[in-house]
Every structure is written in C-alpha cells, then in structure tokens.
C-alpha cells in the first residue's frame, strides 16, 4: 500500500467511460463503476470465499471488513493484525500477510482465531509480508517488499538483505525464497492450472511471469508487461489485472486490453466475487467499488 507510479500515457488515455462496456470483452453491457462504500482510512487485499463474500482490510484501523453477497458491509475481525493482502486456501482458511509483526497468518473464518504460519526467514524478521497467493494445491507464494510502518515496535530497517519473493511448503514448515532480483516486489496472482505466477516490481514498473515447478520453485522468467501492480487478479479467459492508477488488465500474451479510471483513488487491490464470480471489486484508498463483467474470476481470488 501507499505506492505510487506514473502510467504510460498510452495507459492514462485508454480511460473507462460508459460506453466502452458494450464494446469491451470484458465489461458487461451497460457496466458501470459503482462506489459501494468510503468510510476507511485504506483499503487493501480483498479476497473471495467459495460463496462469493467478499473480505478485504482497512489496515490503519487494523481491521478486516466483510462485503457479504447481499450487499451489506460489516467489520469481520478487528484487531486484525494490520493485515493486508488476502487469500483463501483450498480449505476455506483466509491467509493474511499480517504486517503488524511481519508474519503471515491463517484464520479460521468461523472461529475467527489465527494460526501464524511464518514469522522469520532463516531467524531474521521478514520485510513485512504484503500480498499472498494460494495454489490450488495449497501452496503459498508471498511477497516481501520493505514499507515501514509507524506502528512497528521493531527497527524500520531489513534484516533481509533482498526484498523478495517466498514459497511455502504445502506442510507450511519449508520457506523458500524464489524471487531475489527485483527492486520491489508487490502484487501476485497465479492461474487456476497452478502453473504460471505472475508478479509485479512495482518500483521496477514491470511485471514478469514464471513457471511453477513441482518443488515450487520458479523457472522461465518472461517479462509479462511494461507495468507494475500493487495489487493482482486473473479471469476465466486468462486476462491479469493490475492496479494503481486505476485498473488496467492485460490478455495473456500482455496485450492491454482495458483500463478503469478510478482517479484520483490510487486503486490498491482488485479480486472477483458476486454470483458466478462476474462483479469485480477494486479497493481504492479511503473507498470500495465494484464492477460487473463479462468474464468471470477464476482460482484462488
């Protein structure tokens, strides 16, 4: 969160307006981007359960908030560790990268307590875990960028010598780092086959794309886009999705395919949810918004 780039303004021209969602392929006709809410100081990491509800947290007032599938928003858990990005497993838990201790966590949304699943990387603190992915089988893929918070009672400073990107082990007892080279790693999201993980250097204004191998390691680097992301989603057709200065999302060749203006918001996350998973909510600063679409969420959110 609190990250800023400036679009290419090939981007910035490429603005939503009401009649681009009965040409778009991927806005439905008619769509329009509707604010649902704005009573948060910054919103982040929204994820969707397997019935469509929507989490996502206001971190500075430490709390994750639920937009449930009839429209009605409430505060799920507070406090809530300062979490930011969001992702559920294949169980129903929500994994929460909760940055108030650098640890990473996974609740159990009926009882609503935390088991934590990280807190180190080889005995010395992480940066400060911001987004989160979940394979299918149950794997996870964090990022671990450095943004120090006012609220830390540990030294601003890394004890890691690379902002980077970490596995864990389905048994969750095996941290890996599996992305060293970045400047700053951000968002993340992988496809529902659990081959491919994209993720974005949002200081290094790129986003790359890996192959997932059996071990969970990345092989294959591709450069993906000339963009980076804060936060990250995919469709059913393959399109990826980044956020910052509004939404733009890319065809799986990195085509650019549509961007939403959500100015002046700096557009934080993004995640599918609703009936059949055709509502696209973007958290964006203070406010929450939503969209419908064509195409429809696939995977983990």
């Not at 009839?70 to 799920?76: E, L």
């Not at 990005?85 to 108030?100: M, R, T």
């Given at each position: 969160m609190k990250i800023r780039f400036t679009?290419?303004?090939?981007?910035?021209?490429?603005?939503?307006?009401?009649?681009?969602?009965?040409e778009?392929?991927?806005?439905?006709?008619?769509?329009k981007l509707e604010k649902i809410a704005e009573t948060f100081a910054f919103t982040e990491g929204p994820a969707a359960d397997a019935e469509g509800n929507i989490y996502f947290t206001d971190q500075p007032n430490d709390r994750i908030m639920l937009y449930s599938k009839?429209?009605?928003?409430?505060?799920?858990m507070q406090p809530a560790g300062r979490s930011n990005?969001?992702?559920?497993?294949?169980?129903?838990?929500?994994?929460?990268?909760?940055?108030?201790h650098n640890e990473l966590w996974s609740i159990d949304v009926k009882t609503k307590q935390h088991t934590v699943l990280i807190k180190d990387y080889n005995g010395k603190l992480l940066?400060?875990?911001?987004?989160?992915?979940?394979r299918p089988d149950g794997r996870i893929y964090i990022t671990?960028?450095?943004?120090?918070?006012?609220?830390?009672?540990?030294?601003?400073?890394?004890?890691?010598?690379?902002?980077?990107?970490?596995?864990?082990?389905?048994?969750?007892?095996?941290?890996?780092r599996v992305v060293s080279d970045f400047k700053r790693p951000n968002g993340i999201i992988g496809t529902p086959d659990g081959k491919t993980l994209?993720?974005?250097?949002?200081?290094?204004?790129?986003?790359?794309?890996?192959?997932?191998?059996?071990?969970?390691?990345?092989?294959?680097k591709k450069l993906f886009c000339n963009l980076g992301s804060d936060g990250m989603t995919i469709d059913d057709a393959g399109n990826v999705y980044l956020t910052g200065r509004g939404v733009t999302a890319f065809d799986r060749t990195g085509k650019q395919v549509l961007h939403i203006d959500v100015s002046p918001s700096w557009t934080a996350n993004i995640?599918?949810?609703g009936k059949g998973s055709h509502t696209l909510f973007i958290t964006a600063s203070k406010a929450v918004y939503k969209i419908e679409t064509k195409t429809a969420g696939a995977g983990s959110q």
């Open positions: 679009i290419p303004a090939v981007l910035a021209c490429a603005v939503f307006c009401g009649a681009m969602a009965d778009n392929p991927i806005l439905a006709p008619g769509a009839d429209g009605k928003i409430s505060t799920f990005g969001l992702c559920f497993d294949n169980k129903g838990n929500l994994i929460a990268c909760a940055d108030e940066n400060g875990p911001n987004d989160v992915w979940v671990d960028p450095l943004y120090p918070r006012d609220y830390w009672k540990r030294s601003p400073k890394t004890e890691q010598d690379k902002e980077g990107v970490y596995y864990l082990s389905p048994d969750h007892k095996t941290l890996t994209y993720i974005a250097d949002i200081d290094g204004r790129k986003t790359w794309s890996y192959s997932i191998q059996e071990d969970g390691s990345l092989k294959d995640c599918f949810a």
